[in-house]
């Protein structure tokens, strides 16, 4: 299977700072990387697919990048209810696996 | 709008079965680009684990890790679809999601039910 790992595990941060969180694939996905955002005590939400495509409704000032087996997520200025833990996950193939999460708080 | 829930047992005995269900509603379960899967989330890691998904014409696919212990399928009469995990251990102890694959079973997970907590415990 292809392992997904995500740094840091948790960052804090001010309001309007800028936020990157970094995923590494354990071998080549292409752009076949999904970004999830679940709230405290909510379910997760799809932020981006296809490691850049937005979501509907999402937010401009999230972003995604990369390619291959390394991907990063960007918050361009943190606004309180982005605090949330971030997961990454591999849609390249018949098994999808997740990152362990990156928690982002509000320093 | 479609909305997904989860139904079953929220306690299972170690070596039993777990089954649960979800309830398609909003729209068809037959959708032509839909899969449905299964999720969970451990609530001491909080890591997310794919299970496996199902497309309405009964075609599935597993997590290797869990798969000999998995089956899902699917009843379109009632837009459902279900899991059964058997020989559950503590390990499986999670919060189980049922989700909707929007793009032919691509792993983009983008409608989510509420999940459901299942303890394994004697």
């Known amino acids: 299977d292809i392992q997904m790992t995500q740094s840091p595990s948790s960052l804090s941060a001010s309001v309007g700072d800028r936020v990157t969180i970094s995923c590494r694939a354990s071998?080549?996905?292409?752009?076949?990387l999904v970004w999830y955002q679940q709230k405290p005590g909510k379910v997760p939400k799809l932020l981006i697919y296809g490691a850049a495509t937005l979501q509907s409704g999402v937010p401009s000032r999230f972003s995604g990048s990369g390619s291959g087996t390394d991907f990063t997520l960007t918050i361009s200025s943190l606004q309180p209810e982005d605090v949330a833990t971030y997961y990454c996950q591999n849609s390249n193939s018949d098994v999808f696996t997740f990152g362990g999460g990156t928690k982002v708080e509000i320093k | 709008q479609l909305q997904l829930q989860e139904s079953g047992p929220g306690l299972v005995k170690p070596s039993e079965t777990l089954s649960l269900t979800c309830t398609v509603s909003g729209g068809s379960i037959r959708s032509m680009s839909y899969y449905w899967g299964w999720i969970r989330q451990s609530p001491r890691t909080k890591g997310l684990e794919w299970i496996g998904?199902?497309?309405?014409?009964?075609?599935?696919f597993y997590n290797p890790s869990l798969k000999s212990r998995v089956t899902i399928s699917v009843d379109t009469s009632k837009n459902h679809f279900s899991l059964n995990l058997n020989s559950v251990t503590a390990a499986d102890t999670a919060i189980y999601y049922c989700?909707?694959?929007?793009?032919?079973?691509?792993?983009?997970?983008?409608?989510w039910g509420q999940g459901t907590l299942v303890t394994v415990s004697s």
């Open positions: 998904t199902i497309y309405y014409s009964g075609s599935t």
């Open positions: 989700a909707r694959d929007w793009n032919y079973g691509s792993g983009i997970f983008d409608v």
């Open positions: 071998q080549g996905i292409s752009d076949y």
